[in-house]
């Protein structure tokens, strides 16, 4: 006969949905009547912005634009200059079935070529291939067994805590201000934005996301071949609201920047600066659960089937600076003027045995020689990511990696470079636990009772006694008795005496 099985439910997050694909960038930029001639191309930095990531069916939907920036050389030695232009995109994806319910989508990418040329000293045209990284994560629910309803069966339960997505929304807000500038400026080359000290509070039905942003602004002014910087900070404070949150909740909140404006007041001589970010902020509850371990019955014979379910256990969050230095041998007589910095999605990677996280960090250096003419040196190489906590093969990686400061120097011939990157986002741990499945008695066989009978059986350190009994069909106080034991664990192989037959 089948036992009533009592069953419960716990929540995990799953990923439902992984892919890389590939997007083509075609730029014709054409220079307007005020802008400078194109001599040489310099460099091309191509970044994405997501402005809506959403589901439609069973259509994951990527939205967004390029900012193409190319940096030229005008004739005549003049000094560097630089032309930006947005390209849209939208990425429909197919997946194998709808979603409903609570999920989030997470979005990475990277240059993977770009080709520019200077058509004529007006046009530039730029065609390359950009790559995205996509997943989408959604809430699970697992059955698990909690108890049978049978007078004669033993179960080893235990409780198990797990977390489960709750809850996500995405806000955009501006900021806006005015700050000084030494000297009048005759270009903006390029702004470059981080997220810093962002603290996330979880109150009822909202989320209070506190931090700052810091923007560097490159520019140039009129005689002087110099590149310029402006550092200029972002405090913001926004509220976000997702219902059916409260304080016990985890939150965890991504920040970009969306567009970054710069104009200047030919009467107050200052500039005013524009910023607009993007919050994606996720939430997530905890949930314990009474799960059936293992069982046997006392007075019957029986079968059971067990399952393993891997569960969301933790989810940790990491927020940290770490520092590199990259080298390149690049001769004599050139002087550093304008650098990027690009970081790859970190990753893990298995080494001697060992989980490791890795990034590439990419360092672009535009260098100026003695007759000024500019150049750029590109060098790559994989670093070993520090997150300061042990990572396991089958853990969720969502997380990021963002240039905070950087600055490249000369010396002799060696172009230096000494960077600092902000690691930030979280981890989803998962754990996996064997549970019963199904069990069923047999009350037409009685387990067959020889109590005089004896044998040995050799135990190992850290086995339960309990576990034991079960695998034996006998009882736990049989044991304890019989071997003088004080403790449910043995700390210490060691010869045991146990009924040869169960009860």
Do not use: W
Not at 388 to 395: A, K, L, M, V
Not at 461 to 481: H, L, N, P, W
């Amino acid at each position: 006969m089948s036992d009533i099985l009592i069953t419960d439910s716990i929540s995990t997050t799953e990923k439902f949905f992984n892919t890389i694909c590939e997007t083509e960038v075609e730029q014709d930029i054409l220079l307007a009547d005020y802008d400078k001639a194109v001599f040489k191309i310099v460099k091309t930095n191509i970044e994405h912005i997501i402005t809506q990531k959403y589901i439609n069916g069973n259509k994951l939907v990527i939205e967004g634009f390029f900012r193409i920036s190319v940096f030229y050389q005008p004739p005549q030695g003049a000094n560097i200059t630089v032309i930006t232009k947005k390209q849209p995109f939208q990425k429909q994806l197919d997946m194998s079935s709808a979603v409903t319910g609570h999920h989030f989508i997470s979005v990475t990418g990277r240059t993977q070529y770009v080709n520019t040329r200077a058509v004529n000293s007006s046009r530039i045209s730029v065609n390359g291939v950009y790559s995205f990284a996509i997943k989408a994560y959604t809430a699970q629910q697992l059955p698990v067994i909690t108890a049978i309803n049978s007078p004669s069966v033993c179960t080893d339960s235990r409780e198990i805590t797990g977390f489960s997505l709750c809850g996500s929304a995405i806000k955009q807000f501006s900021m806006e201000d005015e700050t000084d500038i030494p000297r009048q400026t005759e270009k903006i080359l390029g702004i470059s934005a981080h997220n810093t000290n962002m603290t996330v509070q979880v109150y009822r039905d909202r989320i209070n996301i506190k931090g700052d942003v810091t923007a560097d602004i490159a520019y140039t002014v009129p005689d002087n071949n110099d590149i310029l910087h402006l550092k200029k900070n972002f405090a913001y404070n926004q509220v976000v609201d997702i219902s059916g949150t409260d304080e016990k909740n985890a939150a965890y909140a991504e920040l970009s920047v969306i567009s970054f404006t710069v104009t200047q007041n030919e009467d107050s001589k200052k500039i005013n600066c524009i910023l607009t970010a993007q919050l994606d902020v996720k939430t997530f509850r905890r949930e314990s659960v009474f799960t059936a371990l293992d069982a046997f019955s006392k007075k019957y014979e029986y079968s059971s089937e067990k399952k393993t379910i891997a569960y969301s256990e933790n989810i940790q969050s990491l927020n940290k600076n770490l520092r590199y230095t990259i080298e390149d041998v690049i001769g004599t007589g050139y002087t550093p003027v304008h650098h990027f910095i690009n970081i790859s999605a970190p990753y893990l990677s298995a080494d001697m045995g060992r989980n490791i996280l890795k990034s590439k960090l990419t360092v672009s250096a535009i260098v100026k020689n003695s007759q000024n003419e500019y150049e750029c040196f590109t060098k790559s190489r994989d670093i070993t990511v520090d997150a300061g906590t042990e990572i396991n093969s089958d853990d969720e990686l969502l997380l990021t990696c963002q240039p905070v400061e950087a600055n490249t120097a000369i010396s002799e011939d060696i172009l230096r470079a000494n960077v600092s990157i902000g690691l930030s986002g979280y981890i989803i741990r998962k754990k996996e636990i064997s549970v019963i499945s199904l069990f069923t008695e047999d009350t037409e066989k009685p387990v067959i009772r020889q109590p005089d009978a004896l044998i040995l059986y050799y135990g190992k350190k850290g086995e339960k006694v309990f576990d034991i009994a079960m695998r034996y069909r006998t009882d736990i106080s049989v044991i304890t008795a019989e071997n003088n034991l004080e403790s449910d664990i043995l700390y210490e192989d060691r010869m045991l005496i146990k009924p040869a037959y169960g009860l």
